[in-house]
């Protein structure tokens, strides 16, 4: 069964993203140290006091740590004598909670318009599912990146600081087809296609005609009717609870013109048979 680690796992991999090691040390001069690394891994941090003789291993409600920004704040002021050691991973492009973030979109996205849950899906539509939040991870990092302004200097220096926009647009742009073309051929997504049966109404009764399954020619099984929800023709954007339906069978006498395969037996003597479409 599929869950949402799997799916940021193959965006991780697909965006070749994986956590880097690193390790410095700082000597005590206030409580804020910058890291020197972005996106940091907050669950393999480790932060210890180092006074030349032992070291004292700090919890991580003893410190604040910008992640996005690699900037380790201590919550009390350590002495002169002490020195900061810390160790961790790093990613060069999304922390592990932003891309727990895209994913989850992805995800919902879909399992929306496929109205199944995560875990029943099928290891080619979670492996598209999983493109899709590289799609939604690349928008974001070409967002941020947009930001990024080429500087030009009067001595010829030229800093071409657009460039990695660029690089993640086109990467948007290959990943984004790829996502596309895998969900047309499954036919997922938010683009999905559904197929529709037109419903007439009565001018006699003005009630919905009556669907029923087809059958092959010869087939004498009693006709089984089709049950589809009424709509009001507005696009549901609230989940609902399942009414329990209480005319799923209506003992009635078959309407006059039509023909049927089926087995009719007659009401018993007094009972009025009345037909409700």
């Known amino acids: 069964m599929a869950t949402a680690s799997d799916i ?16 410095t040390s ?17 669950d ?12 004292q291993e700090l ?9 996005r920004n690699g900037v380790l704040r201590l919550l ?50 979670i492996d598209t599912i999983g493109m899709a939040a590289v799609v939604e991870t690349l928008w974001a990092l070409m967002t941020e990146y947009s930001r990024d302004i080429d500087v030009i200097t009067s001595e010829s220096v030229h800093i071409p600081a657009s460039q990695r926009f660029r690089m993640v647009q086109s990467l948007l742009q290959f990943w984004d087809n790829e996502y596309r073309t895998a969900a047309k051929a499954l036919n997922i997504g938010l683009e999905r296609l559904e197929v529709l049966n037109l419903r007439r109404v009565s001018r006699l009764t003005n009630r919905l005609v009556p ?11 009693p006709m089984e009717r089709i049950w589809p929800p009424i709509d009001d023709g507005t696009i ?4 609902g609870g399942d009414s329990l339906r209480e005319d799923v069978y209506v003992d009635t006498t078959p309407p006059s013109g039509l023909t049927t395969t089926s ?4 009401p018993a003597q007094g009972a009025s048979s009345v037909a409700y479409y």
């Open 76 to 125: 009390t002021l350590p002495s002169g004598n002490q020195t900061v050691m810390v160790e961790g991973y790093y990613y060069e492009w999304v922390t592990p909670g932003d891309l727990s973030f895209y994913a989850h979109h992805a995800i919902e996205k879909h399992v929306h318009t496929i109205n199944a849950p995560l875990e029943a899906l099928a290891p080619v539509v």
């Open 44 to 55: 393999s941090l480790w932060v210890a006091l180092f006074d030349g003789a032992t070291t």
């Open 236 to 239: 549901e954007i609230e989940e």
């Open 211 to 221: 669907l029923y399954k087809a059958k092959e020619l010869g087939d004498y099984s």
């Open 8 to 23: 940021e796992e193959i965006a991780r991999r697909y965006l070749r993203d994986f956590p880097k090691f690193f390790q």
């Open 26 to 42: 700082f000597t005590v001069v206030g409580r804020t140290y910058e890291l020197g690394q972005i996106n940091v891994d907050s």
């Open 263 to 266: 087995p009719y037996f007659p």
């Open 59 to 67: 919890n991580a409600d003893q410190y604040d740590l910008d992640e």
